[in-house]
């Protein structure tokens, strides 16, 4: 084992983590506003994915496109996904959420719909596609960029990352920096004196569904382009985001981010050390681990004070 | 206590369904009509090897049907296990539950190591003309019939192959499924064997990101990789083993075999070398004229597996037309004492219902297409 070896492995977990991040921050941001864990959301993630492909092959790439096609695919497609992304997150909130809010359900209702509704949506993914596995249309070819310490730096390997790191970017700043950020934030810290203050509650929610969908969107459409997009990949990025999101203090965006680079690291690590049968052993374990001693997560619940 | 009142009456109920449908064993039918099932994957992610093998199967009835050469008629039915071991049963049991005749599968071996042991309590014949893990015909099924040469054939197909081209080490990727773990066992005895270097890696199937995994295989700087799983799976992975660097030879067996590896790796399955005991349809004399009806009737060239599922289904109708009173007893021991010639081999059993004829074929992926070399024993001579 080389050092350089090791960096190679970090370089992949950093690629992985990126995905994780942007997805977790779809649940940490619902569970901010609402305090409802929506499990549907790696459904989301999944339609994305289909977005992406679905807008990319009915206009259908040229075999060998030149930089600036490429690069207009892309963001095509990521915008496609990102668009199916925040449509199924915005419909999931008012067929399934909204009506429990209107009627003030427990707690425990909204989860037993948030796992119905994942359910529902996997199962007609499933069906409207095949269930059956597509590639993404080929978009560039995966050229090394650079090499730094023995690794190559692909173009897929530098896609995820920037566009990841731009969307955390872009929403930490929508958060803390716009006044939809500050509906957000007032709404998480307490909604009925938000209401008082003139927030519209329904619409700050069905805005924040939108916004993690966006995210889960494109990170599908990237989840793809990484390895390919079927009815089912939904169910383990999701959990593990999830955990991620919860890793970081669940409600709170920047942890969320920390998190999923956090279990992106430890799970190629883990392959790197023992192997691919060990990777999801070693995320949950540091969870666990982590939630021991600090059961608010890494950087605390912030978002929302309530819960 | 409802629960148990509920108890009393339902119990003996079951009970008598059970015996009922256990009488409906005999198959046969009144007005010479007779089932023939498939039991594959007809849903879900290997959809397309099933459909391969359904298309072959029902190609075949319908030209006996239409023939006219014999007394019977035939009726296909589909029982859909999805590939899964948990889905086996209940496929097995619409199938027993249809009477049919015989059954061509199953076509994984997760679920044939489930529902052979179904149509064995029932008597009815299930010739499996792909599920190929080894260990299937040491069970003591006795109805199970394996139509293919098994994983102990192409494991040892890939390791005489590799020795031949002079690979020093091997890195064996399995995918954790039943045929996965079969093959790559096999395969790493007998690269063993050929004093090759072999070491072992596993990564799940489903596995959602497979850049870790093909890291590893390509530092370990191996001569060859034997990747034994799904197309599903290894479409991504070549993805990733390109993405690696990875330069040594790349190869899989029928479980990858399908042009949908091809779309699922993108450029990235370019150079892979692919084994089979299967023949292709489109490359040899015997088959080709099969290999039109097909693409007439479908649409498509015949795939993996369509000509020997064809051919299968051929044997049992043939086997039928010489018996007196047919059903599932009586298909069962002459199908068993069978030396049938069909289009891509001839097809007999040994005493545990193994296949007799043992060749493997290589296939190597060339741009968008899957081209058929030949059998390794003919490839590795020279």
């Known amino acids: 084992?080389?050092?350089?070896?090791?960096?190679?492995?970090?370089?992949?977990?950093?690629?992985?983590?990126?995905?994780?991040?942007?997805?977790?921050?779809?649940?940490?941001?619902?569970?901010?506003?609402?305090?409802?864990?929506?499990?549907?959301?790696?459904?989301?993630?999944?339609?994305?994915?289909?977005?992406?492909?679905?807008?990319l092959t009915a206009w259908t790439p040229v075999v060998n496109p030149s930089g600036m096609q490429s690069v207009l695919?892309?963001?095509?497609?990521?915008?496609?996904?990102?668009?199916?992304?925040?449509?199924?997150?915005?419909?999931?909130?008012k067929v399934a959420y909204r009506p429990l809010r209107k009627h003030n359900a427990p707690r425990l209702v909204f989860l037993i719909t948030a796992i119905g509704a994942s359910f529902f949506l996997y199962n007609l993914a499933g069906k409207l596609f095949d269930r059956s596995s597509v590639a993404m249309p080929q978009m560039y070819s995966n050229e090394t960029v650079f090499t730094l310490f023995d690794t190559d730096i692909k173009t897929t390997h530098l896609?995820?990352?920037?566009?990841?790191?731009?969307?955390?970017?872009?929403?930490?700043?929508?958060?803390?920096?716009?006044?939809?950020?500050?509906?957000?934030?007032?709404v998480a810290q307490d909604p009925e004196v938000a209401s008082l203050m003139g927030v519209n509650i329904d619409k700050v929610v069905s805005r924040t569904f939108v916004i993690g969908g966006l995210l889960g969107g494109a990170a599908g459409f990237l989840f793809g382009v990484n390895s390919k997009v079927v009815y089912t990949m939904g169910f383990l990025p999701g959990i593990t985001a999830f955990a991620a999101a919860v890793l970081g203090g669940i409600g709170n965006?920047?942890?969320?981010?920390?998190?999923?680079?956090?279990?992106?690291?430890?799970?190629?690590?883990?392959?790197?050390?023992?192997?691919?049968?060990?990777?999801?052993?070693?995320?949950?374990?540091?969870?666990?681990?982590?939630?021991?001693?600090?059961?608010?997560?890494?950087?605390?619940e912030r978002l929302g004070r309530t819960a | 206590m409802l629960n148990k009142r509920f108890m009393k009456i339902a119990a003996p109920l079951a009970v008598g369904a059970l015996v009922l449908t256990g009488c409906g064993n005999d198959s046969g039918s009144a007005d010479g009509t007779y089932k023939i099932a498939f039991q594959g994957p007809l849903s879900g992610e290997n959809v397309q090897l099933g459909v391969n093998m359904e298309n072959g199967i029902k190609l075949a009835i319908d030209e006996a049907n239409a023939s006219g050469d014999y007394e019977f008629k035939l009726e296909y039915f589909a029982a859909d296990d999805m590939g899964l071991p948990d889905k086996a049963t209940s496929a097995a049991q619409a199938a027993l539950s249809e009477e049919v005749l015989a059954v061509v599968g199953p076509a994984f071996?997760?679920?044939?190591?489930?529902?052979?042991?179904?149509?064995?309590?029932?008597?009815?014949?299930?010739?499996?003309?792909?599920?190929?893990?080894?260990?299937?015909?040491?069970?003591?099924?006795?109805?199970?019939?394996?139509?293919?040469?098994?994983?102990?054939?192409?494991?040892?197909?890939?390791?005489?192959?590799?020795?031949?081209?002079?690979?020093?080490?091997?890195?064996?990727?399995?995918?954790?499924?039943?045929?996965?773990?079969?093959?790559?066992?096999?395969?790493?005895?007998?690269?063993?064997?050929?004093?090759?270097?072999?070491?072992?890696?596993?990564?799940?199937?489903?596995?959602?990101?497979y850049s870790a995994a093909a890291k590893r295989v390509a530092n370990t700087k191996a001569d060859a990789m034997i990747y034994a799983g799904y197309y599903e799976d290894a479409g991504p992975f070549a993805k990733k083993l390109d993405e690696a660097g990875f330069d040594g030879i790349k190869m899989s067996g029928?479980?990858?075999?399908?042009?949908?590896?091809?779309?699922?790796?993108?450029?990235?399955?370019?150079?892979?070398?692919?084994?089979?005991?299967?023949?292709?349809?489109?490359?040899?004399?015997?088959?080709?004229?099969?290999?039109?009806?097909?693409?007439?009737?479908?649409?498509?060239?015949?795939?993996?597996?369509?000509?020997?599922?064809?051919?299968?289904?051929?044997?049992?109708?043939?086997?039928?037309?010489?018996?007196?009173?047919?059903?599932?007893?009586?298909?069962?021991?002459?199908?068993?004492?069978?030396?049938?010639?069909?289009?891509?081999?001839?097809?007999?059993f040994d005493d545990k219902g193994e296949f007799r004829n043992q060749t493997v074929y290589m296939y190597e992926v060339n741009g968008k297409k899957i081209e058929y070399e030949g059998s390794i024993d003919d490839l590795t001579k020279g």
Not at chain 2, 149 to 177: I, R
Request: hydrophobic share 45%.
């Open chain 1, 253 to 300: 965006v920047r942890g969320a981010m920390l998190g999923g680079l956090l279990l992106g690291v430890v799970e190629t690590m883990t392959v790197f050390f023992w192997g691919d049968d060990w990777r999801y052993v070693a995320g949950f374990a540091v969870l666990v681990l982590v939630l021991m001693f600090r059961p608010t997560g890494l950087l605390g």
């Open chain 2, 254 to 348: 029928d479980g990858t075999n399908d042009a949908q590896f091809i779309k699922l790796a993108g450029g990235s399955a370019d150079g892979w070398k692919l084994t089979c005991p299967c023949t292709d349809p489109n490359e040899e004399d015997a088959t080709k004229a099969f290999a039109e009806k097909y693409e007439k009737e479908f649409k498509r060239a015949p795939g993996t597996y369509s000509a020997e599922s064809y051919d299968v289904t051929k044997m049992i109708i043939s086997e039928m037309a010489e018996l007196d009173e047919i059903n599932s007893d009586t298909l069962l021991k002459a199908l068993k004492k069978t030396k049938y010639k069909g289009l891509t081999k001839e097809f007999s």
């Open chain 2, 109 to 209: 071996s997760g679920p044939a190591d489930t529902a052979a042991e179904y149509y064995a309590d029932e008597g009815v014949p299930a010739v499996s003309s792909s599920a190929t893990r080894a260990d299937l015909t040491t069970k003591g099924y006795g109805s199970f019939l394996r139509a293919v040469p098994n994983d102990s054939a192409q494991g040892a197909g890939m390791a005489k192959y590799l020795a031949s081209e002079g690979a020093k080490s091997v890195v064996v990727v399995d995918d954790k499924t039943d045929y996965g773990v079969g093959l790559a066992d096999v395969a790493i005895a007998e690269l063993k064997k050929a004093g090759v270097k072999a070491q072992r890696q596993s990564t799940p199937q489903k596995t959602p990101d």
């Open chain 1, 159 to 186: 896609l995820i990352v920037f566009s990841a790191v731009a969307m955390m970017v872009g929403l930490d700043y929508v958060v803390n920096r716009t006044k939809l950020g500050s509906g957000i934030r007032a």
């Open chain 1, 1 to 55: 084992m080389s050092l350089n070896e090791l960096w190679g492995y970090l370089v992949l977990g950093v690629v992985l983590g990126c995905l994780y991040a942007v997805i977790a921050i779809g649940y940490t941001l619902v569970y901010g506003v609402l305090q409802l864990l929506n499990f549907a959301h790696s459904e989301v993630f999944m339609f994305g994915g289909f977005g992406g492909v679905l807008a």
């Open chain 1, 73 to 93: 695919y892309v963001a095509f497609g990521m915008a496609a996904g990102a668009a199916l992304g925040a449509a199924v997150a915005y419909g999931l909130e």
